[in-house]
């Protein structure tokens, strides 16, 4: 039950295949769209297009309860559940806040850390906004790219499947015939695929280390070693699962999965979300001449939060807009 | 062992570029590569389509474009004016430059030692590749001269309300005192009250003033990769339906470009830092035009009407012909094209760097903007110089080594 998608689903992936291969030919598309045959001429599954996950994963690995704000602070009470959001995003209200998530972490939910890891992945939370590289607009790594609130592009050639991320334009090539890895370690990995039968099989390795699996503080070292799966639920969803090794932080293999789906609007399109230029003002706004910081406590920079709020008895007007 | 000496090598990205680079030039100076070994193409070929026997076809029937590619030659954009509307060097043309490069010419220059010159000039010819010289007297083939056609007299005017911007935040330094050619056009005065001016334009150029990001350059910020590139590494992926290109063109400013075979141009309200590309096959050619380009990553001033079109055709199993129209009438008063015969390289050498992260290591930028307020701070407590007589973004050389 652990790995909900193994051998004894490869059956399942036939037929789904099978089934999709026939909701292709038969489903009239919506005008301006291409009908998409459900194989490649090669003969493996037709991951060519646009996909996006559809989950919460990038907040949060693990199962999680819906919060209040990205970031949050300590309440009238005590308690975790009583938390209410903190400075950086109290100017943004609901809009601001986490939704829940049943979690896409396999078998028991956990993620088996290391005790040390543990204790890291609990300061990373802790430090979500000074540590995410996601904040920065680093390139995203694997597998937190695949499921990341914005779509990518897959493109199968011959030998190799190229994909483009929204997020920062970043990319990623599998080959699908040998070839060495880079001559350093990298964010986005190095990626060699083969065909199990309908799936997809991607081994990664390469890694620099430098990347998380989420906002929760999720993370690796530079041993990380992926094994990807993708398997056609039908012409328009893959089955993604990926099984974490990380000697160094995990004490044994675990896995995630979740579906991916096709964008079937027409024109769908990857539309770079230039990120680089909009962490500018995150990384470097303190060292401009004319700064929005206010004044520093020890290594924190205060800036006014600006709201337009009606005072006092006049709060009725607010209502109205 | 291999790690460490890895890691040393990814200190900056500066050095990854450089390490492609001295790759290139190694090839370059040790044996001439081997499409230049072949017997020249004849010029009449230049507008002869190949045979189609000899072009590899996707298991789809389209013409294969997809590997690694390089023009593995070293030509310059524009023609210089003594070869006219003549297209091609001769044989002993070519082999008089490649004697000249492989030369160590301009590699010795350097401002006096630990001079201000010397340090701000460290990029010498060490760093710059030297490849041989193609068999092309420019990129661009249209118009005929070779040469960008004339800008319009908005352009020109835009162009001279930006230049003088930027000179006169220079105008209080040595550079200007001593004429050098960053200052040319311009005279030597006191603080420019323009310093304390927004840009006439949206900035992308480095200019004398560090007071954020946005008087960096693009490539200050990590983000001067745009197309037309016609320096990087490409790697083509080709599906039935859409075509990944992703470019490295060094620094760690490459990108990821996504041709779609179908559908519509976004809104013109939609600005991208790379356009929207849709292509479609002709003959045995990948014909992709691309607009909606932002301000923000202008090519030569064009964004806003800019069409580029460009033109992927293979020639042969070795060769991918590349050519690129560009339109944009309110800039230039003629299209103009640049074409370019690439080289597939092997894959199995990674000649490829695909992840750009320039970003992930610029501590450049940061350190810009720190030496700035530092400098600032120093002068408002009289301790230091003027930060306005201080020339932070020339390459501070003297005209001879320009």
Redesign the interface.
């Given at each position: 039950m652990r790995r909900w998608f193994n051998g004894s689903m490869v059956a399942t992936a036939l037929a789904a295949a099978a089934v999709s291969a026939v909701i292709s030919l038969s489903v009239t598309r919506s005008a301006?769209q291409?009908a998409?045959p459900a194989r490649?001429?090669?003969g493996q599954p037709n991951f060519?297009?646009v996909w996006q996950a559809l989950n919460e994963a990038n907040w949060d690995l693990q199962a999680h309860e819906a919060r209040s704000g990205m970031v949050t602070q300590k309440g009238v009470y005590d308690y975790e559940y009583a938390r209410v959001p903190a400075a950086p995003v109290v100017a943004l209200g609901a809009a601001a806040g986490v939704p829940g998530s049943l979690g896409v972490v396999q078998g028991d939910g956990q993620i088996p850390y290391k005790p040390e890891a543990a204790a890291i992945k609990k300061a990373n939370s802790e430090n979500w906004i000074d540590r995410d590289p996601e904040l920065?607009?680093?390139?995203p790594g694997v597998p937190r790219a695949m499921y990341m609130p914005y779509p990518f592009?897959?493109?199968?050639?011959?030998?190799?499947?190229?994909m483009?991320y929204a997020f920062?334009?970043?990319?990623r090539?599998i080959h699908m015939?040998k070839?060495?890895?880079?001559?350093?370690?990298?964010?986005?990995g190095h990626s060699v695929g083969h065909w199990e039968k309908n799936t997809l099989v991607v081994d990664v390795t390469n890694f620099n280390g430098?990347n998380w699996f989420d906002r929760a503080g999720n993370f690796h070292s530079e041993a990380l070693h992926l094994v990807e799966r993708y398997s056609p639920i039908s012409a328009d969803a893959i089955r993604y699962e990926v099984t974490i090794e990380d000697p160094n932080v995990f004490t044994r293999p675990w896995t995630i999965a979740m579906p991916l789906y096709r964008r079937l609007e027409?024109?769908?399109?990857?539309?770079?979300y230039?990120c680089?230029?909009f962490s500018?003002e995150f990384?470097?706004?303190h060292?401009?001449?004319?700064q929005l910081v206010k004044r520093w406590e020890g290594e924190t920079i205060i800036v006014d939060i600006t709201r337009k709020i009606p005072p006092g008895e006049r709060l009725h007007d607010w209502y109205r807009r | 062992m291999r790690?460490r000496l890895?890691?040393a090598?990814?200190v900056a990205s500066v050095m990854?570029a450089l390490?492609g680079f001295l790759r290139l030039s190694v090839a370059g100076q040790a044996a001439v590569p081997q499409s230049a070994a072949k017997t020249p193409v004849p010029q009449s070929a230049a507008k002869t389509p190949a045979p189609p026997a000899a072009i590899p076809k996707?298991?789809?029937g389209q013409p294969?474009l997809?590997g690694i590619w390089l023009d593995e030659f070293d030509t310059p954009l524009e023609r210089p004016a003594k070869y006219a509307t003549r297209e091609f060097f001769t044989d002993d043309e070519r082999a008089a430059q490649n004697a000249e490069r492989a030369g160590n010419s301009g590699r010795n220059v350097r401002a006096e030692v630990g001079s201000r010159q010397d340090v701000a000039g460290a990029y010498n010819a060490v760093f710059t590749s030297i490849k041989p010289a193609g068999r092309r007297t420019s990129l661009v083939v249209d118009p005929p001269n070779g040469r960008i056609p004339a800008l319009t007299a908005a352009a020109q005017e835009r162009n001279r309300i930006d230049r003088d911007f930027r000179l006169a935040l220079l105008q209080n330094t040595d550079t200007c005192k001593n004429k050098m050619t960053a200052c040319s056009g311009w005279q030597y005065g006191p603080p420019s009250p323009r310093l304390a001016e927004v840009p006439p334009f949206y900035n992308t150029q480095r200019m004398n003033r560090h007071?954020?990001?946005e008087d960096q350059s693009m490539a200050d910020?990590?983000?001067s990769g745009s197309e037309p590139d016609f320096i990087g590494f490409r790697?083509i992926?080709?599906?039935?339906?859409?075509?990944?290109i992703?470019v490295d063109t060094g620094q760690g400013q490459g990108?990821?470009?996504?041709v779609?075979l179908?559908?519509?141009h976004?809104p013109s309200t939609?600005r991208?830092?790379?356009g929207?590309s849709r292509g479609h096959f002709e003959g045995n050619s990948l014909v992709v035009e691309t607009t909606n380009y932002s301000p923000?990553w202008p090519i030569r001033g064009a964004w806003e009407n800019l069409k580029l079109v460009e033109r992927f055709t293979r020639l042969s199993t070795n060769t991918l012909e590349y050519s690129v129209t560009l339109t944009d009438p309110t800039v230039w008063t003629a299209p103009w094209t640049v074409k370019q015969e690439l080289a597939l390289q092997p894959?199995?050498e990674?000649r490829i760097?695909?992840?750009p992260?320039c970003?992930?290591g610029n501590y450049g930028?940061?350190a810009l903007?720190?030496g700035?307020?530092v400098d600032?701070k120093a002068f408002a407590e009289g301790k230091g110089v003027d930060p306005a007589s201080q020339d932070t973004a020339s390459c501070l050389l003297n005209p001879e080594q320009q």
């Open positions: 301006g291409t998409r490649t001429p090669s060519n297009g920065k607009c680093y390139l592009s897959i493109v199968q050639g011959t030998d190799k499947i190229h483009t920062s334009n970043a990319g090539v015939t070839v060495a890895g880079p001559p350093d370690d990298t964010y986005m430098k027409p024109n769908a399109t990857v539309l770079d230039p680089m230029e500018e990384m470097y706004g060292l401009r001449k004319q | 790690r890895l890691e090598l990814a990854i390490i996707t298991a789809w294969s997809e007071n954020g990001p910020r990590c983000m790697r992926v080709q599906g039935p339906d859409s075509v990944a992703g990108f990821q470009r996504v779609y179908s559908g519509n976004p939609v991208l830092r790379h929207d923000k894959d199995t990674n760097y695909y992840e992260r970003h992930e930028l940061p903007l720190i700035a307020r600032e």
